[in-house]
């Protein structure tokens, strides 16, 4: 115990209270900037569920005409546009004899961030299954599996960025 009163032995009392301010100073920031980032994670994390139920929506409507008819050529063609969407990593579509027409996307963005702010902010979106239906008629499954990499891009660019002026306004009150 009395080791780690050593460094502060040699600070008089203004030092020990510069020193206390600053610590309380860098822990109020660590937390509000935590705080901010778990506000935006679901923020982001709504705007997910959001985005593949709306393109679940999408693909079902753009694809129960040419599931009835059985145009594969127009439902591949609906597929890979839809795969260029940020968020999408696969998309296929299953009719009831069992014909897949699937397409991926072209080009996968890549993680920016460490591993650990993925773990931290939790935004794996999930795979979705949703029927072609008709009338009463079951015309295929559609599967999407969707990508959560461009969204968490963002959020570590938004969150680094945040924490520059921060970091630079602590070291600035210590000099």
Sequence with gaps: MDNLWVPWGGLGLRGRLLAMIVLLLVLSEAVSHGFQLQREANDYREDLSHDMNHTMDMLEMSLAEHAVTGDFAAIRQILVLRAQHSLIAEIQWRDHSGVVVKAQAIKHETAAYPP???????????EQLRGVVVGEK?????????????LENRLWRDTTSQLWPSILGLVLLML
């Design 138 to 150: 079951n015309y295929g499954v559609i599967f999407a599996k969707f990508s959560s990499v461009p």
């Design 116 to 126: 650990w702010f993925h773990r931290l902010i939790g935004l794996d979106p999930n």
